[in-house]
């Protein structure tokens, strides 16, 4: 049978209870992250790295339960939504209060949705659909849309491109003070080293148990340390070496290794997401789809996943963009645009698309190795086709600096989790790098966004896939399993996308 919304079976390889009640409060954690954030303002960007640190300090007025269901957070329950789908009413959770003091109120989230839908590349994608935002009382808010949208729930339950909370006199473009509702709070932040957050103790979790990202909040630990460890190779030592108590993202190969090791032990999440090329379809040699299409006819997709993951036990070869256990689902557009692996077709392809000899620039990091490696593959089949390549290897901030002026690439390289509701990918939204902005675009994202009727919706979610792949704004590589490794020392850390450090304790 086949998942509603979940996206993914995460797998500990490890014994960890979610939390341990018993446990007194107390410790510090260090956490080892594939490098520093380009911002500690989570409405302003999409990377995963920034959302990771983030969620601790910010909240959102919902977020997602272990079986990925949209549940409330700062919100007291889920939206009331008016017969006609155009009205939410949401009531909000009192005695709430931000780092400096002041209590939450109905004032601070409506000033923080209009930032977010100012800012954020998933709030301007709400944007077009919102008529107002208000505050009906100090406990409540209510939306209204121009029509009908289903993904908003899931929206303002993202912690990527985060519609987070903030107080209404904090709502500067460029974030100075870093003031949440979360149950941590920033200490200080010294660029290169570590990000140090402490215990926030006047926060106010929910009541009863905890649920995924949902549910109760415990403040076990007194400090949570993110320290950037950009080179993978070291990363993968320092977890054997039981350095620190989480690492994240490590190369699939050091599996094993982590796994004889006595200070730590790896978590498997499976299938985790897929790595993707997005194009840039605004400027540039990847302007024209033909030469996008020739591009997408040149490459082997097996061959880039067999080089950045090594065993099938690490990967899987899917040109759907959700894989058979989805509800989501489909082979639309997928027959004859995926894994062609044809260089010889493919540079008569771009000759007739009017491919002029300049390099293809492919904006890739190596702190996420499995990237560098895919790139490398593609770079020699993209040779074989005509095509020239500049490979520029940069770290993970300077990539997500760059992927938003169009003029400086023609692909960047990323990976995705599998989101539990699919116009949170953000390539569909016009403003994201990428800039895919086509009628066909709009005519299947609005239809798909518009339609509240669920098995509906899985058959429009087939058109905008099909039209993913007629018009080629990136091209998914396969699905991929992650592998992170844990002390023995640290539980109540459960597998997840993004981890998550509320409810982690140390063992005594």
Known sequence: MKLKL???????????????????????????????????????????????????????????????????????????????????????????????????????????????????????QAAGFIESVSATDPATVTIKLKQPYAPLASLLAFNNSAAIIIPAEKQADTMTDFIGTGPYMLKERKADQYIQLTRFKDYKPRSGESDGYGGARHQYLDEIRFVPVPDPNTRVEAAVSGQYDYVDSLPVESF?????????????????????????????????????????????????????????????????????SFTWSTDAGVKGNYNVADPEGAAKAAKAAGYDGKPIRILTSRQYEFHYKMAQVAAEYLKLAGFAVDMQVVDWATLTQRRTDKALWDIYITHSPFLPEPALIGSLAPTSPGWWDTPARKAAVDAFSAESDPKKRVDLWANVQKALYDEAPFMKIGDFNAVSAISTKLQGVDPAPWPYFWNASIKK
């Open 6 to 124: 979940a996206f993914l079976v995460a797998t500990a390889l490890i014994a960890a209870p979610s939390f341990l009640m018993a446990q007194e409060k107390g410790g510090i954690i260090n956490v080892a992250t594939i490098g520093e954030p380009p911002t500690l303002d989570p409405m302003t960007s999409t990377a995963d790295l920034v959302g990771i640190v983030t969620q601790h300090m910010f909240e959102t007025l919902y977020t997602f339960d272990k079986k990925w269901g949209v549940t409330p957070l700062l919100a007291e329950s889920l939206p009331e939504v008016s017969a006609d789908g155009k009205t939410y009413t949401i009531k909000l959770r009192t005695g709430i209060k931000f780092h400096d003091g002041s209590d939450m109120t109905s004032e601070d989230v409506v000033a923080s949705l209009t930032r977010w839908t100012k800012l954020a590349s998933r709030g301007k």
């Open 256 to 324: 094993d290794k982590l796994k004889a090791s006595k200070a730590t032990q790896p978590l498997l999440l499976k299938p985790f997401g897929y790595p993707v090329f997005v194009f840039n379809t605004a400027e540039g040699a990847a302007k024209s789809l033909g030469v996008r299409k020739a591009i997408r006819q040149a490459l082997s997709m097996e061959d880039m996943l067999a080089a950045a993951f090594g065993s099938k036990d690490f990967y899987a070869l899917d040109g759907n963009i959700y894989p058979a």
